[in-house]
């Protein structure tokens, strides 16, 4: 039962949404979680993927999805255009090497009130399972604990179960984050008719760096994005690109991003990463690529045109300079992210080859895993409202 | 062609003769082999053992290697599994050759001379390959020198209960010594913890017989299987003198191989020698675990002569009890592996 409106104004007229709970004291409940997360990281996360979720717990970010969907709170008074309400059932499903995107997704979906069902992947580390764990043993009684305990239901089961059927039954909205042929099953399995399906698919990101925006910040920023998942991020560079630059300042960054790397990622990595860069330095060598490793074997990187293909290894990261119009040329087909470090972020042209290309996000570097509301040139989050017209 | 495998397999290093063979190897390869020279374009010889090349031991499922100048023949394939390629190794006429003699020599040194039987622990099909031959069937053939006939117990090697008792109660009527090879899951589960008929396990109690294992302990991990049990089980109705061998070995290092002594260490050949490396900085270590370099003077159709395994141990000093001279190292497993966390890319 919908008892709480909350009244925004956008250019519209004003937009009453309609929740099972008070917005603000949900996102206090949120929020306030986050001096028990500083005390301890669980075992399940890296400290950086538990850094992110304290930040992202944010009140500023937990609002955030409201005033980019419906605008700024606003007093009771006026005229009401709109009013949006849950849709009711949101159906979520999330892959096997799922990182911190179950926890994200959980997180905001729980502000829209709808009842979340949530299937994780059955191989993995279960990060979704882990924070659910741990919201549930530091609330105390309120609202959030009790929207965790009797709206939100996760679990983890195999291809083939009959669980999977009754999920796609009930869903009113269905997100699948996963490869094409899984989300092509779950999106025409039986929905009901009036049902909305998101799918979030293979996808893989580039950074664009024009030379002289190459400050030993962007580099940094580089490092830290780039090393927290490698290749195997939809929103990591799987290649930088130096826009209009030469060889030998793509070999110059290199060199930069080496001297960097040890003052910004101190610790070691495992002994299976760095043996693995072992194995990928050769292999790039091999493969034509100019590469080198980074401190204590973190990551290899290589230099070499973009026309050459990257080799497959997890921690290997290919510079290419080139001209602007070869590097649209080999933007790959399933492109999400490109993260920029321009020295004009706001030159017209950016918006032109956003507007030209099949590119979902043009955000600087820093920002490329900011995972939010608007994912993969969908508004998913603001679909998860059933949105009445009103004149009152 | 490797005058060391003319000694002595475990006798007193020399290690100049060694090093001055791996330095001629190394540069046959840098002439003949496109893909090493990318690799190593800039080596030079002189920084000892430690300072010759290698190639990281995942590069054989990624790259087909070759050099120059030889004739090759087949290709030895490591067993693939779900997550990975096999690896792939050429081989040639003369490395074969040299090969069979180093494994002749190492499997001499543990199990005898005798010629006598070989039962080998897998079926027939992977000998008749075009082509290819599996890792698997190379071990077991690695024996062949020492048989005086061999047979292939298993109907199917993909299941171990598959057993053709009728041809090993044929074997075991004609003769009293054998030899055993199986890789070491198979062994386990279609022999020591198989159901034997009774009769075949009366018959066992008058053989003497040794086993040959090899391909590690992963597969067996789940049943909680040790090395103490593992042996007891094979050998404890046995005749006396019967034993059990187990040995590490890589596809990428095919023909010489490191049997575990009677006191639990591995030891060098005198045509070979092992490296620790630190992962981190690549330096050779002395006194402390790390990744395991394997070298050897015996390849020369492909550049595997110096290879980085996936593997950590360390070198022992000090001589073994066992009396084997040269140089021992402890094999202590894989390096461990970890999940890695992307995002939607399944």
Known sequence: MCKHLHRFSSFRGAVVVSLPFDLDELIGAWSGLRSSMRKAVPNEFSRDEWAYLINFLSP??????????????????GKVSGLARPRGTVAVWLPNNVSLLGPLTLILLTLTGNRLLLKGGSRSDDLTGAFLNFCRAHLTDGTLQELLERQVQYEIFQRGDERQAAMVEEADVRVVFGSEEAAAVIHS??????????????RQSQVWIEPEAASDEVLRNLIQVFAIYGQAGCTSPRRVVILEGTERQARQLRDRVLALWPEVLRLKPSMHIASANTLALQWAEASGWDAAAAANRAAVIGIGPISLEPIDSPLFLPISSSSLKNAIEHLPANIQTLGHAFVAPSDVRWLEIAASTKIKRLVPLARMHHFGPLWDGEHFWRQCFEEVEVDL | MSALLDRPVYGPREDGEFLSEMEQLTLHHLAGCKLYKQIWRGWQSGGGVAGLPFLHVGLFKRLLFCTDGLAHERILQSSSTISSQPSQIILDKISSQLQSRSALAI??????ERKRPLLILDDSKSLRQRGTVSARMAAALSLSPLATSMHFLLADAGRPESMKWDDLRSALAANREFLIYGSTWLLWLSWGAGSMPEDIRRQLQSKRIHFVHSGGWKKLEHLRVNREEFDT??????QPGSGVVDYYGLVEQVGVIYPLCEHGFRHVPIWADVLVRDPYTLQAVEDQIGQIQLMNTLAHGAPYHSVLSEDVGSIISGPCPCGRSGKRFELLGRIPQAEVRGCANV
Request: no cysteine; net charge negative.
């Open chain 2, 107 to 112: 499997l001499k040194d543990f199990v005898g």
């Open chain 2, 233 to 238: 089980r094979l050998t404890r109705e046995l």
């Open chain 1, 60 to 77: 500023e970010q937990l609002k955030r999805p409201y005033y980019e969907a419906f605008g700024a709170p606003a007093d009771a008074d």
């Open chain 1, 189 to 202: 399995s039986g929905n009901p008719v009036k049902s909305i399906g998101f799918s979030f698919v293979d």
